[in-house]
């Protein structure tokens, strides 16, 4: 594999374009090696999603579109970023218990950590904020056939 792949996709800030996010990221990594039906590829499609959703709700129609980039990097870090036009950085909040939203920057931190990864916040020139996280590279190992005997 090349010593670094890059990939992007630009969006309306759109409830329908979480989907395509995690359609057009799962893709792109399955192109590159990383079967979609692997706890990996899980893991980044829930993190997607997420980073996603975040990008459309707390923008306030002040982001009309947002990017999702994607970088490999010597086939060791995987980087995945979310960049918006909106200026504010995500803030921790409390959930309560019954509450249906605000758990998004937790999961992705939680998820993010449990592979080995970072998660950053970065402003842009242009005064929005990209929310990326990086994670080891890691595909599963070649898969070992089911059968019911071996041959001697």
């Keep these: 594999m090349a010593d670094h792949l890059e990939a992007s996709v630009t969006l309306p800030s759109d409830p329908a374009s979480v989907s395509a996010a995690r359609t057009y990221v799962v893709g ?6 990383l079967p979609s039906d692997t706890d990996a590829a899980d893991t980044v499609r829930l993190i997607v999603s997420e980073l996603a959703t975040n990008a459309v709700q707390h923008t306030f129609g002040q982001s009309p ?18 960049t918006d036009g909106h200026p504010r950085f995500p803030k921790r ?7 249906d939203n605000g ?7 939680w998820l993010t950590a449990e592979y080995g990864g970072k998660l950053r916040v970065r402003p842009t020139r242009e005064g929005g904020k990209t929310v990326s996280i990086e994670l080891p ?3 599963p190992a070649e ?5 019911g005997h071996q041959e001697p």
Aim: charged share 20%.
């Design 28 to 33: 792109t990594l399955a192109e590159w090696g």
């Design 65 to 82: 579109t947002f990017t999702v980039d994607i970088a490999l990097d010597r086939d060791e870090h995987l980087r995945i970023g979310v």
């Design 93 to 99: 909040l409390p959930a309560a218990v019954q509450q």
């Design 103 to 109: 758990r998004g920057m937790v999961i992705i931190r």
């Design 137 to 139: 590279w890691i595909l």
């Design 143 to 147: 898969p070992v056939p089911a059968t």
